[in-house]
Every structure is written in C-alpha cells, then in structure tokens.
C-alpha cells in the first residue's frame, strides 16, 4: 500500500476494531469473538479489495507506458461493469483518437515532404536557366541576341513568379486563413474579367473563345471563383493548338447553374484523367510549362464555396470543365 491516505484508513479501521472488539469481550466473550472476527473478514476484504484496484491501476499505467513508447494495442474484451472498465474505454477511444492523430501527422510530414520536394524541382528548373542566361547575357555583344535571351529570362521570372503566388494562395486556404466574400454578383461579368488576361495570347496561338452565356446570379467570392475559373481556362490554352477553339457555355437550373469550359485540344488520356486535380500532378499530355497546380488550386477554391469541379475527356479530341455552382446544401 503506497498510497497514504488508503494507509490512514487502515490503520483507523484496525484501531476502530480493536477497540468494539475488546468493549464487546468485555460485555459478552462470544460477541466479542464474533465482533473480532467479522471485524478481521471486512479488513482482510477491504485489503484485497485495494490490492485489486491498485493491480488494475498497475495494468493501465503500464498500458500508457507502452502508448508512450508506440505499441496501441489494447485488450479491452474483459471489460466487466464498473467505474473501472469505464475508465479503460474512455482511455482507449482516446488513445484511438491520437493515434489516428499520429498517423495523419506522419502522412502529412510525407506529403509535405513530397510537396517540398516538387516545389523545389519546379524552382529549379527556371532558375538553372536563367543563371545560365544571364552568363550568356554578359559575353554577348548582339543586340538582338540579347534581348531574345532577355526575354527567356523574363519568361521564367514570370513563371517563378505564377509558381509561387499560386502556392501561398494554397497555403493560405489549406490553413483556413481566407475569408471568402459573401456577395451577389453575375456570371458575365465575372467572365469578362477572366477572359482579358488571356485574350492576347489567344489571338497570338490563333485560338477562337466562342461564348454560348445564360446567365445567371452566383452567390460568393467573384474574386476568388474568378481565380478558380482563370486556371481552368488557362489549362485549355495550354493544351489547344493553333486553330483550335475554346468553347465556355452555362446553363441555370433549379438546383445548381453550370459553367462548362472546353477546348478541341490534345484531350487527356484515361490513366491521367482521374488524377489532373492533384496538386504537382503532370500528365503525359501536359505542356513544358504545366507545373501541375492550377486545377489543384481551381477544386479548392469552388470546393469552399459549396461548388464542385468534374473533368471529361477524350484523346485527340479535347476537354470539357464542368462547374456547378450549387443554389443549396445537398
């Protein structure tokens, strides 16, 4: 018995009988051995009562002890009625909850890790060429070859420069840091904002945008839904060729308004398809530009906004973006 107040107690029970024990000898001999020895039974009882409680103590301080160390496994099968057993099924539901607590945390160390990794190649790759750009840049003498290398080196800062504010936006919605708007806006005029970035660089490829709008009221963050909507079109830029044309039509209904974008592009093959929404994610059709994160960037924006994201898709043939922007909670 190490715990000193159970100690005290047993100290003053055996004081206690002692004491009715010898008073009832005194009055009667044989109430006084009955006394003794009930006295005895209830003392004997309590000590192996307290030496149970005290193994069963022993078992889940030892049980923590291997939780510490990494082993979970507990034998929770000869649970019985009482305070006891309740303890031992509170402690392991919570010894459930941080272990499944554990292995997220080691499988967001691995993706991060992994994530790290690919932002590390994407930066790498940009900046190796224009350190070797701007050791040409210095020897060269030719006006017009320097400013051709001049501009290769701004097409890369530009792309660094994408890459990484693309990934703190990223950062930023998976921390829960960003507070969308709440507001009423229309589709066209949010389309008329996404569109204008790309309109030079359309006419440049000799790629047509054919709108087919029914427009419509969407309740949300213009800015952001406009940024999700950007990277969708800018992904079938990048995979239409010259000639080519991106189509983006809408239709409203009682449930849900529809935003499609689609190109005749290079399409996406059937092993790739499943998987363009994954961030650093390059398909086999993917362009040297593609980094692999806009559409990442796209499904979480809409996702965070009661809207969802789906991509269909044929080789050869093109691409079609469906967004549905959801009128109400499903």
Known sequence: MRDKQVKNILIAMCVTASVFSVAAIIINPVCGALCS?????????????????????QKLNDYLSHVCSGDYSLDITDNREG??????????KVVVMLQASNEALKN??????????????????????????????????????????????????????????????ISRLDAGTVEFANTKYMLSDMLGECLKPFLITADVKNIKFITDIQNFEIRGDKNWTAEAVQNIIK????????????????????????????????????????????????????????????????RDILSKQNAVIEAQSQEGRGTSFTVKFYKSVI
């Open 37 to 57: 020895l009930l006295s005895a039974v209830l003392i004997t009882a309590f000590v192996i009562n307290e030496k149970e409680r005290y193994a069963q103590i």
């Open 83 to 92: 305070e006891y057993s309740l303890l031992k099924n509170n402690i392991y």
């Open 108 to 169: 967001d160390k691995s993706v991060l890790a992994e994530y790290l990794a690919d932002i590390s190649h994407q930066l790498k790759t940009p900046l190796t060429s224009m350190m070797v750009m701007t050791d040409i840049i210095k020897d060269e003498r030719n006006g017009e070859k320097r400013e051709e290398f001049l501009a290769v080196v701004q097409n890369q800062l530009e792309k660094i420069k994408w890459l990484i504010s693309t990934l703190l936006k």
């Open 235 to 298: 992904n079938c830029l990048e995979h239409t060729d010259g000639g080519g044309e991106i189509r983006i039509e809408s239709v409203a209904s009682s449930v849900y308004n529809k935003l499609i974008i689609s190109d005749n592009g290079c399409g996406i093959s059937k092993k790739d398809l499943p998987h363009i929404f994954e961030r650093f994610y390059r398909g086999e059709n993917s362009s040297d530009d593609s980094i692999g994160i806009g559409l990442a960037l796209s």
